[in-house]
């Protein structure tokens, strides 16, 4: 009787189909948490941005009576980049009429990648003089 030193081909066979079995539930959950981990850098990215976008409007509510911002409107599409993508930031002002006045200022910034809204920062600034 000869001795086996190696596998036979059928258990063979069967190891790799084992494996595929269970690369094949792996590989979408991989899929999934690296589309959500991507999702969640894009996300705090516009957060930067947006938040950025902010402080440069409360730097202009240092001015006489807030003159420098806007009662309505919004700002064109701005490009900013951030972590090598190229977000377009665009700043609505006094969407809600009743929380502007001459002492106060609502405006919201909106970021968005690739046309699709990613972020969305609204803010009321009280003006002093």
Known sequence: MRKSLGFSLIEALV???I??????????SFVGFLQSN????VRNQ???VAQQQMDFWRRQTKGAAGATIPMSGSTSPQTVSQGG????????????????SSDKRQ???EVRLDGRLVYSLEAVYVIFN
């Not at 494996?19 to 979408?28: K, R």
């Not at 991507?38 to 850098?41: A, F, G, L």
């Not at 993508?85 to 502007?100: E, K, L, W």
């Open 46 to 48: 516009a957060i930067i």
């Open 15 to 17: 190891a790799l189909a």
């Open 85 to 100: 993508r190229n977000y377009s930031v665009t700043t609505v002002f006094c969407p809600d009429a009743s929380q502007c």
């Open 38 to 41: 991507t999702d969640n850098e």
């Open 19 to 28: 494996l595929g079995i269970l690369l094949a539930f792996v590989i979408p």
């Open 107 to 109: 405006f919201r910034v």
